[in-house]
């Protein structure tokens, strides 16, 4: 196991409905140093990629992206969920569904921020069916630019959005990817990695 | 000046209404290298308090706080502004108003992670008429908590948010506050510190 799974099985807890909560260390209160070991490893995995940027999205990819960035020394984008009135001049807008939230949301970026120069690292915290992805990838594309990969804290393997990302070409550095878990004995199993 | 009053002379926008646009650097896109500037000078401003915790609001302050709170050695916890199916347990909520958005939210933070025992520094990156920072403060006194310090990016010093939350005895440090700004002269005065 690496150091996040660990983090995982010491710290997640496994809920009825292939629900796995981190929100000690992962996405309500957030373990700083945790975030810059996954930083490291995610500078190690995409090393050689002419990164220049990391798009994430809110809220709680932020501070892994922040944290992460300051391995890449690039800025930091998050896509909002909704539109501000203080978000003026044009955006790049894709439509997600939001498992957590049984919702839809508009997600954008202000086309200021994003263009054809720009390589992009794609950091979030959970993947599990990948619409939020998607709807980045989308962005990155509406803008010209390039993905030069993304990476992920926990994907559910066990859902399909990992599987359809990586069909697609994109290099997806889950660093702790689930392949099941359960509920009554609170048994995590991962994908070798 | 110091280095954001500089920055925000050379990248910040100024509307009409009030309304200084930061969002190249700070609150959409974000300079990691300024935000570790910011941690260091509030790392030297609250030398000696025993903070043990930092506590933000998604989605803005996130970034701010995470890279922060590495010259602090604490984790960081944020406020969620909507209940969210996974965040079940008891929860602490104050009510705020947002500016920004003209709407009501209820801000949340589970009460896992904030009780009796902790010291905290809040942080956020925007402080004008307060009601944000206000909530943030009710929920650590619902924690039997300690607010041990209020470190903020930008104070809109003509709005009363900062002088009734120094009035209340908190030590607040803003690292700009801008006096009075003009959208036609894009003059930006800041209070001398």
Not at 47 to 69: M, R
Not at 83 to 109: P, Q, W
């Amino acid at each position: 196991m690496n150091f996040l799974e660990e983090r995982i099985v010491k710290d997640g807890i496994v809920k009825e409905g292939n629900v796995l909560k981190v929100d000690s260390f992962l996405n309500h209160q957030m373990d700083i140093e945790l975030f810059d070991q996954m930083g490291a490893e995610w500078k190690k995995r995409f090393a050689g990629k002419p990164i220049n940027k990391i798009l994430t999205i809110e809220a709680s990819g932020i501070g892994i992206a922040c944290v992460a960035a300051q391995h890449f020394h690039v800025p930091v984008v998050f896509a909002k969920k909704s539109k501000s009135i203080n978000l003026d001049g044009e955006m790049y807008v894709a439509e997600v569904e939001s498992f957590t939230h049984r919702c839809k949301n508009n997600v954008i970026v202000s086309q200021k921020f994003l263009g054809a120069q720009d390589h992009v690292l794609i950091i979030d915290d959970f993947l599990a069916n990948g619409c939020a992805l998607q709807g980045l990838i989308q962005i990155v594309q509406s803008a010209g630019a390039t993905v030069e990969g993304i990476g992920i804290a926990v994907e559910k393997g066990f859902q399909s959005g990992g599987r359809s990302i990586r069909n697609l070409g994109y290099q997806l550095e889950s660093l702790a990817i689930i392949e099941s878990m359960d509920a009554e004995t609170k048994e995590i199993h991962f994908r070798k990695q």
